[in-house]
């Protein structure tokens, strides 16, 4: 009779379970963040046009850990090409609100879009430059590129997939000398 030799290291499968896990995770944050780059990194040879910003909006975001809502400033905005007058919302490829200050509130956030000087060029009238698809001119955004919650989603799966492919190539090397 053949003796084979026991290839799951002396503690059981346990470590093996953490290294599956790492890598499934690895690869499931990885392309969420390659999901999210690729429209953003096809945005960067977008033309660009003039807008006008026409208004704004408060959006308001759940927080499951913190039972409570926050509150973000967006603006609206209509921009012509080729003569067709389009409308967009969307800031980034990220988010469609600005990238600045979230409040408590919605009468915060309204009061600081009235009143902070952070908001000075993002009122109504205001001129802003506004990247379009040219394919598809009514998708729009104000800040064309990759932006860094992608990238750092992306580093992020990166990490555990190779913090997943040393922790099995250890558990590999174990179970080989033992």
């Known amino acids: 009779m053949r003796a084979e030799k026991n290839t799951l290291p002396p503690r059981g499968c346990a470590p093996l379970l953490v290294v599956g896990a790492l890598g499934i995770g690895g690869l499931a944050f990885l392309a969420m963040g390659i999901w999210a780059l690729i429209p953003a990194l096809r945005s960067t040879s977008w033309p660009t046009v003039q807008g006008v910003i026409t208004g704004h909006r408060i959006e308001s975001s759940r927080y499951q850990k913190k ?11 209509v921009y012509e090409v080729e003569r067709i007058r389009h409308t967009g ?3 980034s490829h990220a988010t469609d609100t600005l990238p600045l200050l979230s409040y408590d509130s919605r009468e915060a956030a309204e009061a600081a ?12 009238g205001q001129a802003v430059t506004v990247s379009y698809d040219p394919l598809a001119p009514a998708e729009s955004v104000l800040q064309k590129g990759a932006d860094r919650l ?24 174990r179970a080989a000398i033992s």
């Open 67 to 77: 039972m409570r809502y926050d509150y973000d400033v967006g603006v609206n905005y």
């Open 89 to 91: 919302h969307s800031f």
């Open 113 to 124: 879009y009235a009143s902070d000087p952070s908001f000075r060029d993002w009122q109504a």
């Open 150 to 173: 992608a990238l750092a989603i992306c580093l992020l799966g990166a990490g555990l997939l190779g913090i997943g492919a040393w922790e099995g190539w250890k558990l590999r090397r």
